[in-house]
């Protein structure tokens, strides 16, 4: 489901910032969340001609 994989990923990485919560770390992982969001739109439209073909979810 597209949902879930995109959660997913933000539940990594706030385990990463959990596990490791140092300043570069938590900017890094800042960054790496704008680019999920940012992409997030891209991945949809993706992901929405692939289903299109499978009725499966």
């Known amino acids: 489901m597209l949902i879930y994989g995109f959660y ?30 940012f992409g997030y739109n891209e991945i949809y439209h993706m992901l929405k001609t692939r289903d299109s073909t499978s009725d499966s979810n």
């Open 8 to 37: 997913e990923r933000v539940e990594i990485l706030i385990i990463i910032i959990l596990i490791f919560p140092t300043d570069s770390n938590v900017i890094y992982i800042y960054i790496s969340l704008n680019r999920v969001l």
